[in-house]
C-alpha cells in the first residue's frame, strides 16, 4: 500500500463530502448528477423540475494548538484560481465529515474565507445553516434558468 500525497487525501476528502451530500439529496427526493467536464460547481441537484448548482466543501476536524475544542474550516475559494464568480453556482454544501452534518448556504451569503464550525460551541453562526435543504427549493428564477 502507498502513501497517499496531501493533494490526494483533499481530493479524496472532497469526493467523500460530494458523495455523502448527493445521498442526503437522494434521500430528500433530489435527483443528482455530476458533471464529467470542469466547471465552477461539483453538483447538479434536480426536484420536480427545478435544479440547483451546488459547490460541495468538505472538511475533518482539526485541533489547534494550545486549544481544546475541535473545529472544522471549510475553503470558500478555488484551489490555484481565486475566488468564484456569482453565476458560478447557487449553493454551498459545506459538509462535517466525522460528525456528518450538512450545511446548506446560499452563495450570496457573504461568508469569511474560511467559514468555521465548532461542534461543541452552542450558538455557532454556523448553526443556522445547518441541514437547511429546504433553501434549495426556494432558490429563485436564477436556479431554474440553468436546468
Known sequence: MSI????????????????????ELMRRGWIVSFPF??????????????????????????????????????????????????????????VALEHHVFFVIPFAEILPIFPQWRP???GDPMDAWRNRFELLEKCDEKCDAIA
Not at 4 to 23: F, I, M, P, Q
Not at 54 to 66: A, C, F, N, R
Open 4 to 23: 497517499k500525497s496531501k493533494k490526494e487525501n483533499d481530493l479524496a476528502t472532497g469526493h467523500v463530502g460530494e458523495l455523502l451530500s448527493a445521498a
Open 37 to 94: 467536464a470542469p466547471c465552477p460547481f461539483d453538483a447538479l441537484a434536480t426536484k420536480g423540475g427545478h435544479s440547483v448548482r451546488l459547490q460541495v466543501k468538505s472538511g475533518e476536524p482539526y485541533i489547534e494548538k494550545g486549544r481544546s475544542s475541535t473545529r472544522y474550516r471549510f475553503k470558500t475559494h478555488r484551489n490555484n484560481s481565486g475566488p468564484y464568480a456569482d453565476n458560478d453556482f447557487d449553493f454551498w454544501i459545506f
Open 120 to 122: 461543541a460551541k452552542r
